[in-house]
């Protein structure tokens, strides 16, 4: 039984009228004429008696009934069918890392459902090392992160860059200072993030130019709490400049000085999927429009 033919019929019937049909739907009327023989035919039944009033039989009166959800059903899928083809609608996996996750990504996120609301977006959150992984793996369609350790299979595309800052307590000795200098920091208690962490490998690149890590760390495992076991007096810490737009009490920052005091941001993706089609490609081309 042809879509087609079943919105005809329905359309005869709302109508009252074979030449009224034929205008709606833009037909000539030999072709609704045609049309409705051909369901007859088929169905092996008479739907619609000929006269100067159409009437539907019996037959006639069962299909209309039935066959309306039915059409609505079938438009509605075919709708369904051309978003997902134009990238207006779909279901999407995103990995972040923070404090991207917690501090950017949000307000963005926000505009582009806004513009786009029929995409949903599930937000994974994870190291660098480990969305890779999960993007080899095919758990999620795109991340945003650090730049990670490339190989064949993956591709990253820069976006940002995020600054660091010094955070210590408000009476530090540092405190003094308008710019911290790295080897400054190996003289006083660290607060570092763990070993998977790529702010903790910048770190150590950092303090490995300034003369090696200081003997006394402490290891918090969140990038967002390490604020407050600064607040705490526990020591100083290097954190992404836009985790301390809002200082916690007691704590005050000062820019660091080097070259290598920031970390490149951006989408990773498998190399095979370069272009991202579909929805992926919308929000692909979304992200680097507002964070780049």
Known sequence: MDLKMLKTFQTIVQHGSFIRAAEEMNYAQSTVTMQMQKLESDLGVQLIERGKKIRLTEAGRLLYEQSLPIVRDMERVQQHMSELQWGMAGSLRLGVTEPTASYRLPAVLKKFLTLYPKIRIAVEFGSTPALSERLLQGDIDLALCSAPDLGAELYFEPLFKEPFLVLMPEDHPLA???????DQIREYPLLITSTTCPYRRKLEMVMQDAGGMP?????????????????????????PKITVDSLPEGTTARAISGELIEMTFGLLCKTSEVPLKLAGAKLYQFLKQELR
């Open 176 to 182: 003094k200072q308008e710019v911290v200098e790295p």
């Open 215 to 239: 003997l006394n760390t402490m290891e918090i495992g969140s990038m967002t709490a390490l604020k407050y076991y600064v607040a705490g007096g526990l020591g100083v810490a290097l954190v």
